[in-house]
């Protein structure tokens, strides 16, 4: 009998990763599928119950339960702890264990594209909400040396640097103090949803400062190319959009349920085909 994986969210009509992971799957030679399942706040407790009981091996926790999970599970990873986000479960003996793979398929997925390591470079981090906090956490984790964090409400970047449990070099600044000070930077991380469809001509900061010689990655994917990957690349800056992070997250997923790394090109390319 086949396993079954899935995506649990609201809204999950349009979600890509069922096309993403039933692709590995049969590429592979895994006989399973993955199912979307629409969830609303007040079914989760109801459908962790009902995924338990009926062997779910394993599935991902989109918006709005990546936190309101964590108390459902069994077990939770310290970092998807620390974040206080889950996206990814596994089900081992009977057990549900979160994990959270956001932080590290960016990182992945920015390492691939930028084509040097990162952790020593001088990296800004637009925005303190939930994504930003995957990415700056394990950021911290793995042992980055400077990320910097700017946010239109700086008290958030504060409060975000000040609750990380790893040691790592952090200045919080205001969208102005960072426009002035951009040039410092090797590495700018946008983690906002400014710039999303279908408001997308708009962008958090402006870029005045931004070197040629700099990387600019916005975790968006709908637009393909935001506004601010526009501006940067009329600075000379190389950019990215979130493909490759929601491609990597999902390839590391992927691999905790399976025990297989599923390829990351192949998924980027399943998303792609479909976005369009
Ligand atoms: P996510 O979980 O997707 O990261 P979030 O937790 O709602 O989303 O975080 C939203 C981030 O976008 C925050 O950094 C927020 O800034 P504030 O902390 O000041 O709220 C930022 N953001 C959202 N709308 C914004 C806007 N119109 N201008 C500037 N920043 C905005």
């Not at 979600?15 to 692709?23: E, G, I, K, T």
């Not at 069994?74 to 620390?82: G, I, R």
């Not at 990597?248 to 997923?253: H, I, K, N, V």
């Amino acid at each position: 009998m086949g396993k079954l994986y899935g995506v649990i969210g609201d809204p999950i009509a349009h979600s890509l990763s069922p096309a993403m992971h039933n692709d590995a799957f049969s590429s592979l030679g895994i006989n399973a599928h993955y199912q979307a399942f629409h969830v609303n706040r007040e079914n989760l407790p109801a459908a962790i119950k009902g995924m338990k009981a009926i062997g779910v091996a394993g599935f991902n926790v989109t918006i709005p339960h990546k936190t309101a999970i964590i108390p459902l599970l069994d077990e939770v990873d310290p970092l998807a702890t620390a974040i206080g986000a889950v996206n990814t479960v596994v089900n081992i003996n009977g057990r549900f264990i979160g994990y959270n793979t956001d932080g590290e398929g960016f990182i992945r997925g920015l390492h691939e594209e930028y084509g040097q390591p990162v952790l020593d470079k001088r990296i800004l981090i637009i925005g303190a909400g939930g994504a930003a906090r995957a990415i700056y956490y394990t950021f911290g984790q793995q042992g980055a040396k400077q990320v910097d964090i700017a946010n239109r409400t700086p008290d958030n970047a504060l409060q975000l640097k000040e609750s990380c449990p790893y040691l790592v070099e952090t200045a919080a600044f205001t969208m102005e103090e960072a426009e002035r000070n951009l040039a410092n930077y090797d590495i700018i991380i946008q983690t906002t949803s400014i710039g999303m469809s279908p408001k997308v001509n708009a962008s958090p900061l402006q870029l005045t400062n931004i070197r040629s010689d700099a990387f600019l990655s916005d975790i968006i994917y709908n637009p393909a190319e935001t506004f601010i990957m526009k501006e940067a690349k009329k600075h000379g800056a190389r950019v990215q959009n979130g493909m490759k992070m929601f491609a990597y997250q999902g390839a590391l997923a992927f691999e905790k349920w399976t025990g297989t790394y599923a390829d990351p090109k192949r998924m980027m390319k399943i998303v792609q085909e479909r976005l369009g």
